[in-house]
């Protein structure tokens, strides 16, 4: 039988007389369930549970009623949390350095959708644990409310026959309506910001920012008007922009190979002829629809190029020396060479344009021309190419576009050729037309440009444009990209290889919906832009509103007194501009509108950014500041469903942030608006982030995992105040060795918060919980159950939870505030009237980080109990996993070495006599009972072990046996002396709370 420790001896004879009251009462209880009431009484189980400590539960595991529907929880700790103002105590209240995220704006174009929850979630999270760290949070929530994706809306079917004053105010309208939607959504989801005053780029303060960053840039010479080629959307009616672009990578294209006939050929070619047939030239083109605007064919000066006979007609054709068997095989005929000669040749070399017949159009050498694919001769349409355009730059060549605004021929294409469109009609015309000179054609699969909002192909047209020479910008916005940090780190390259590859940025757009660019125009087309005229434009806008510039008449946007001042010739006739800005330009100078003179810490935006905002906001930022808008940016990937396929309503894959919160049709169950900012935090990552039911289900079982272990902490410190901690000297070594993994946790989390890896917080907070759960927890469940109320063994095991749920709490809290600040108000709100509409519960976020206690570190304790953990792992395998708690354990060493003091000095002050039920030794172990000794004083053959010996690491050795106690029915450990009473020390320890 396990002997009790002095200490417990002397209070056992203290209550000796209690204790003898104890057990007449319990052996008539135990005869009254065996006889008379068998049956009726309280279960053996239960007949104890008045006498132990039960934990009291706070809260349900699951905050949802049976049927699916959300209950009003969440929805009460937003109120009475205070959620709504926690932006403005904060501003108030913290005095740490302040911390910005600029947020890049969304478009108010539609319901919010599982990229704005990703997005909003990952820096609310960051945000909220600024907060608690004390910082002085920057975050001013902001929308794109102009551009083509409202303009869309705005024209119902693509009506194109409203007045563009028409198309702003429908649009106006529905992205105001929208906003409002999203940003309510946006505040259910618990994001913290500025929400009384956002930016909005539509609004007219805004605006008139704009248009002075505008001029700025065009004072510096940065902006700049120009005939040239850019990306033209004919079902949009408008350029685009780089950025505006999405490759389709499966687009079918026509390719083509026309031979045109050569009016003029070099001496040097000519000797090689032995009869009178006609040289061709063979081009190769996918969009023979251009080829009515061909102005010459270009040539490397660098290939070697043959003239050979085709077999199949005796034609002779030039094309490049390295091309010759591609072309010999989709002809299905040989090709023979004749002769072989450099391109400089060709310089000489004159042919017939392919759709009129009889203008002569010349051979011109160019860098681009290269025998890759093709024939290593490329059709030249200057309006149509940004080489092609190059080319006639440097030798004068016609750059007139005959392709309208809608995508259709114009008269000087030819009457054959105008009115139809290019798309639809304009390959099979040219086809027809040149008829046998089509010497092959195919379909051709490549990646093409489409516009993203329409999702139809676009081409490249000439147009006139406004631009910022992006070329002189280069340099600086490289360099200041060197002092910032991009996350991850592989994506800087990218970045710094998209801004080199861009020599202008095209930043008028032939829309209505939008901010107009300031220029006036004289009846010669002269354009007039200048700081008097902006200004005076400027004072309108705040004034009247941006619709001015399209409803006020010519007299008050630019009256006379104007006019003389900006320096105008008042006898011409002017208008104003039609173009409006490009909304990256909107976006990227949202930094201007919002941020103080320094730059935001953060820009946390999807990956496809590179392209877009974080470029606009750099390239913006260095040419008026000369520095980066942001310190840090962080990237993150696409939303798409449990298959990896991208959302579609048509694949009916679409999964809505309202669905995961308040259930849907095809999934009725809601989860709340934690199980949310659950998958966003844990998914978090710049591949793609998927969602489907299977997922949100995870995310919520795993949430109910973490709620169940918070329980277990808060119902067993329902009795525990501030007053009850004990110092750390105080508490008994297991417990100093979990606050040692508490604080390497605590300094773990910190440290990855920094880093802004929310889904390894996640990682490391469900690895934690787990250790705590089955080794912890399930060590004090006998101090904290069993135990008096006051002892110090219970108070010991509250301690430590009390500094467990200060740490875990608030490792959480940023991405589970709903259920984090359920957890602060059960634990502390008790002290105010909850159910009062004037009580105000305390908010963890006004409470601060959790402390890192130095003393809490102790590697030397720490290496003790992992010696211990590891014997005891050792033992269990010995057992092959048997249950040990009805197991004495005695361990041997041959003589006083570590191994020996470390396990005596958890046996505390027990000796070497005797076995110990209640030590930190037994309670690492898990068994019945313990016992630590040297091999001289213990006799082998009177041990009586019935299973396992071996010899364990640093000299230890342990013989198991079965122990020869009861299992005690309270507190259900094998102590026990008797079947039918409990243990001694549960009788000492009832006996304690009753003197008590």
């Given at each position: 039988?396990?002997?009790?420790?002095?200490?417990?001896?002397?209070?056992?004879?203290?209550?000796?007389?209690?204790?003898?009251?104890?057990?007449?009462?319990?052996?008539?209880?135990?005869?009254?369930?065996?006889?008379?009431?068998?049956?009726?009484?309280?279960?053996?189980?239960?007949?104890?549970?008045?006498?132990?400590?039960?934990?009291?539960?706070?809260?349900?595991?699951?905050?949802?009623?049976?049927?699916?529907?959300?209950?009003?929880?969440?929805?009460?700790?937003?109120?009475?949390?205070?959620?709504?103002?926690?932006?403005?105590?904060?501003?108030?209240?913290?005095?740490?350095?302040?911390?910005?995220?600029?947020?890049?704006?969304?478009?108010?174009?539609?319901?919010?959708?599982?990229?704005?929850?990703?997005?909003?979630?990952?820096?609310?999270?960051?945000?909220?644990?600024?907060?608690?760290?004390?910082?002085?949070?920057?975050?001013?929530?902001?929308?794109?409310?102009?551009?083509?994706?409202?303009?869309?809306?705005?024209?119902?079917?693509?009506?194109?026959?409203?007045?563009?004053?028409?198309?702003?105010?429908?649009?106006?309208?529905?992205?105001?309506?929208?906003?409002?939607?999203?940003?309510?959504?946006?505040?259910?989801?618990?994001?913290?910001?500025?929400?009384?005053?956002?930016?909005?780029?539509?609004?007219?303060?805004?605006?008139?920012?704009?248009?002075?960053?505008?001029?700025?840039?065009?004072?510096?010479?940065?902006?700049?008007?120009?005939?040239?080629?850019?990306?033209?959307?004919?079902?949009?009616?408008?350029?685009?922009?780089?950025?505006?672009?999405?490759?389709?990578?499966?687009?079918?294209?026509?390719?083509?190979?026309?031979?045109?006939?050569?009016?003029?050929?070099?001496?040097?070619?000519?000797?090689?002829?032995?009869?009178?047939?006609?040289?061709?030239?063979?081009?190769?083109?996918?969009?023979?629809?251009?080829?009515?605007?061909?102005?010459?064919?270009?040539?490397?000066?660098?290939?070697?190029?043959?003239?050979?006979?085709?077999?199949?007609?005796?034609?002779?054709?030039?094309?490049?020396?390295?091309?010759?068997?591609?072309?010999?095989?989709?002809?299905?005929?040989?090709?023979?060479?004749?002769?072989?000669?450099?391109?400089?040749?060709?310089?000489?070399?004159?042919?017939?344009?392919?759709?009129?017949?009889?203008?002569?159009?010349?051979?011109?050498?160019?860098?681009?021309?290269?025998?890759?694919?093709?024939?290593?001769?490329?059709?030249?349409?200057?309006?149509?190419?940004?080489?092609?355009?190059?080319?006639?730059?440097?030798?004068?060549?016609?750059?007139?576009?005959?392709?309208?605004?809608?995508?259709?021929?114009?008269?000087?294409?030819?009457?054959?050729?105008?009115?139809?469109?290019?798309?639809?009609?304009?390959?099979?015309?040219?086809?027809?037309?040149?008829?046998?000179?089509?010497?092959?054609?195919?379909?051709?699969?490549?990646?093409?440009?489409?516009?993203?909002?329409?999702?139809?192909?676009?081409?490249?047209?000439?147009?006139?444009?406004?631009?910022?020479?992006?070329?002189?910008?280069?340099?600086?916005?490289?360099?200041?990209?060197?002092?910032?940090?991009?996350?991850?780190?592989?994506?800087?390259?990218?970045?710094?290889?998209?801004?080199?590859?861009?020599?202008?940025?095209?930043?008028?757009?032939?829309?209505?919906?939008?901010?107009?660019?300031?220029?006036?125009?004289?009846?010669?087309?002269?354009?007039?832009?200048?700081?008097?005229?902006?200004?005076?434009?400027?004072?309108?806008?705040?004034?009247?509103?941006?619709?001015?510039?399209?409803?006020?008449?010519?007299?008050?946007?630019?009256?006379?007194?104007?006019?003389?001042?900006?320096?105008?010739?008042?006898?011409?006739?002017?208008?104003?501009?039609?173009?409006?800005?490009?909304?990256?330009?909107?976006?990227?100078?949202?930094?201007?509108?919002?941020?103080?003179?320094?730059?935001?810490?953060?820009?946390?935006?999807?990956?496809?950014?590179?392209?877009?905002?974080?470029?606009?906001?750099?390239?913006?930022?260095?040419?008026?500041?000369?520095?980066?808008?942001?310190?840090?940016?962080?990237?993150?990937?696409?939303?798409?469903?449990?298959?990896?396929?991208?959302?579609?309503?048509?694949?009916?894959?679409?999964?809505?942030?309202?669905?995961?919160?308040?259930?849907?049709?095809?999934?009725?169950?809601?989860?709340?608006?934690?199980?949310?900012?659950?998958?966003?935090?844990?998914?978090?990552?710049?591949?793609?982030?998927?969602?489907?039911?299977?997922?949100?289900?995870?995310?919520?079982?795993?949430?109910?995992?973490?709620?169940k272990r918070m329980r277990f902490i808060l119902g067993n410190l329902y009795d525990f105040h501030s007053v009850d901690i004990l110092q750390y000297e105080e508490l008994l070594p297991q417990d100093q060795y979990f606050l040692h993994q508490l604080h390497q946790y605590a300094a773990k989390i910190?440290?990855?918060?920094?880093?802004?890896?929310?889904?390894?917080?996640?990682?490391?907070?469900?690895?934690?919980?787990?250790?705590?759960?089955?080794?912890?927890?399930?060590?004090?469940?006998?101090?904290?159950?069993?135990?008096?109320?006051?002892?110090?063994?219970?108070?010991?095991?509250?301690?430590?939870?009390?500094?467990?749920?200060?740490?875990?709490?608030?490792?959480?809290?940023?991405?589970?505030?709903?259920?984090?600040?359920?957890?602060?108000?059960?634990?502390?709100?008790?002290?105010?009237?909850?159910?009062?509409?004037?009580?105000?519960?305390?908010?963890?976020?006004?409470?601060?980080?959790?402390?890192?206690?130095?003393?809490?570190?102790?590697?030397?304790?720490?290496?003790?109990?992992?010696?211990?953990?590891?014997?005891?792992?050792?033992?269990?395998?010995?057992?092959?996993?048997?249950?040990?708690?009805?197991?004495?354990?005695?361990?041997?060493?041959?003589?006083?070495?570590?191994?020996?003091?470390?396990?005596?000095?958890?046996?505390?002050?027990?000796?070497?006599?005797?076995?110990?039920?209640?030590?930190?030794?037994?309670?690492?172990?898990?068994?019945?009972?313990?016992?630590?000794?040297?091999?001289?004083d213990i006799n082998l053959s009177e041990l009586e072990y019935k299973h396992h010996t071996e010899s364990l690491e640093h000299g230890v050795t342990v013989y198991v046996r079965e122990t020869s106690c009861y299992r005690c029915e309270r507190c259900r450990r094998y102590t026990a002396t008797s079947?039918?009473?409990?243990?001694?020390?549960?009788?000492?320890?009832?006996?304690?709370?009753?003197?008590?």
């Amino acid at each position: 039988m396990p002997l009790l420790s002095c200490k417990k001896l002397s209070a056992l004879i203290h209550y000796r007389i209690q204790l003898g009251k104890i057990r007449k009462y319990f052996l008539s209880t135990s005869l009254c369930l065996n006889d008379r009431e068998k049956g009726k009484g309280k279960p053996a189980g239960k007949k104890y549970a008045d006498t132990i400590n039960l934990p009291q539960m706070p809260y349900a595991l699951s905050v949802y009623k049976p049927d699916g529907r959300c209950n009003e929880r969440e929805s009460y700790i937003q109120k009475i949390a205070d959620f709504d103002g926690l932006y403005k105590w904060q501003r108030r209240n913290n005095k740490a350095p302040q911390f910005t995220i600029h947020d890049g704006p969304p478009y108010a174009n539609g319901q919010p959708h599982v990229g704005h929850a990703l997005n909003k979630i990952i820096k609310d999270v960051i945000n909220r644990y600024k907060v608690l760290r004390g910082h002085q949070v920057h975050f001013v929530p902001g929308w794109d409310c102009h551009g083509l994706p409202i303009e869309t809306k705005a024209r119902s079917a693509n009506d194109f026959s409203l007045t563009d004053i028409q198309v702003r105010k429908q649009a106006d309208k529905f992205s105001r309506e929208t906003l409002a939607t999203q940003r309510d959504e946006f505040k259910t989801w618990g994001v913290m910001a500025d929400w009384d005053n956002p930016y909005i780029t539509s609004d007219r303060h805004f605006v008139a920012k704009e248009l002075d960053i505008f001029q700025q840039l065009y004072n510096k010479g940065l902006i700049y008007q120009d005939y040239m080629p850019v990306y033209w959307s004919p079902s949009s009616r408008t350029a685009l922009a780089e950025a505006e672009l999405e490759y389709n990578n499966n687009h079918k294209s026509l390719s083509v190979y026309v031979k045109l006939s050569c009016t003029h050929l070099p001496h040097s070619l000519k000797v090689h002829l032995r009869e009178e047939r006609p040289v061709y030239l063979v081009i190769w083109t996918t969009t023979p629809w251009t080829l009515p605007a061909n102005q010459a064919v270009c040539f490397s000066p660098g290939l070697q190029y043959c003239l050979v006979k085709w077999e199949k007609t005796g034609d002779h054709l030039i094309v490049a020396r390295d091309l010759i068997d591609s072309l010999s095989t989709k002809l299905s005929h040989a090709l023979d060479i004749v002769a072989t000669f450099t391109g400089e040749t060709l310089a000489d070399v004159k042919y017939t344009h392919p759709t009129s017949g009889d203008e002569q159009r010349p051979l011109l050498p160019a860098s681009h021309v290269t025998a890759d694919v093709g024939t290593g001769l490329v059709h030249t349409a200057p309006a149509h190419g940004h080489d092609d355009f190059k080319v006639a730059l440097q030798h004068d060549l016609s750059k007139e576009c005959i392709i309208d605004e809608h995508g259709l021929y114009m008269s000087s294409a030819g009457k054959y050729f105008a009115g139809k469109n290019v798309f639809e009609e304009g390959n099979s015309l040219v086809l027809k037309m040149l008829g046998e000179r089509v010497i092959h054609s195919e379909d051709y699969i490549h990646k093409y440009p489409y516009d993203w909002r329409s999702k139809q192909p676009v081409m490249i047209r000439a147009s006139s444009q406004w631009f910022i020479n992006t070329k002189s910008l280069v340099q600086p916005a490289i360099s200041a990209l060197e002092e910032v940090t991009v996350l991850p780190g592989v994506y800087k390259t990218p970045l710094c290889e998209t801004i080199s590859h861009r020599p202008y940025w095209c930043i008028s757009r032939q829309r209505a919906w939008g901010v107009p660019i300031p220029v006036f125009y004289d009846q010669y087309e002269r354009a007039y832009v200048n700081s008097v005229l902006t200004d005076h434009v400027k004072k309108l806008m705040i004034e009247q509103g941006p619709d001015c510039w399209w409803e006020a008449d010519m007299d008050t946007l630019l009256p006379d007194h104007i006019k003389s001042e900006a320096g105008l010739d008042k006898s011409l006739t002017y208008r104003r501009g039609k173009d409006i800005l490009d909304i990256w330009f909107d976006s990227g100078i949202t930094w201007a509108a919002v941020l103080d003179s320094a730059p935001a810490d953060l820009y946390i935006e999807g990956v496809d950014q590179i392209r877009g905002w974080f470029q606009s906001s750099l390239l913006t930022s260095v040419a008026l500041t000369g520095q980066s808008p942001y310190k840090c940016l962080m990237m993150h990937g696409f939303t798409v469903d449990e298959n990896n396929q991208k959302m579609s309503k048509s694949l009916g894959n679409v999964v809505a942030p309202s669905d995961v919160i308040y259930g849907s049709k095809t999934e009725q169950k809601g989860y709340g608006i934690d199980v949310l900012r659950w998958w966003a935090a844990s998914k978090y990552s710049v591949t793609n982030v998927d969602i489907g039911p299977a997922i949100i289900k995870q995310c919520n079982e795993k949430l109910l995992l973490l709620r169940k272990r918070m329980r277990f902490i808060l119902g067993n410190l329902y009795d525990f105040h501030s007053v009850d901690i004990l110092q750390y000297e105080e508490l008994l070594p297991q417990d100093q060795y979990f606050l040692h993994q508490l604080h390497q946790y605590a300094a773990k989390i910190t440290l990855l918060y920094d880093r802004y890896e929310m889904s390894s917080v996640l990682n490391e907070l469900e690895m934690f919980m787990t250790k705590f759960s089955s080794i912890y927890s399930t060590l004090s469940k006998d101090r904290l159950y069993c135990f008096p109320v006051t002892s110090r063994e219970r108070r010991s095991a509250q301690t430590t939870l009390h500094h467990t749920l200060e740490v875990i709490l608030r490792s959480f809290a940023p991405i589970l505030p709903f259920f984090a600040e359920d957890c602060y108000m059960h634990r502390y709100g008790n002290q105010l009237n909850l159910h009062s509409e004037s009580s105000t519960t305390p908010s963890i976020f006004r409470s601060g980080w959790f402390k890192e206690i130095p003393c809490w570190s102790n590697t030397e304790l720490a290496d003790k109990f992992e010696f211990v953990y590891s014997l005891a792992d050792k033992i269990r395998c010995l057992l092959e996993n048997t249950p040990t708690d009805a197991f004495e354990y005695i361990f041997v060493t041959s003589s006083e070495n570590d191994a020996y003091k470390i396990l005596m000095e958890l046996q505390e002050d027990c000796g070497d006599e005797e076995l110990s039920s209640h030590t930190p030794l037994c309670e690492v172990m898990q068994c019945a009972s313990v016992k630590v000794c040297l091999a001289h004083d213990i006799n082998l053959s009177e041990l009586e072990y019935k299973h396992h010996t071996e010899s364990l690491e640093h000299g230890v050795t342990v013989y198991v046996r079965e122990t020869s106690c009861y299992r005690c029915e309270r507190c259900r450990r094998y102590t026990a002396t008797s079947a039918t009473e409990p243990c001694e020390m549960c009788l000492l320890n009832m006996a304690d709370t009753w003197a008590g």
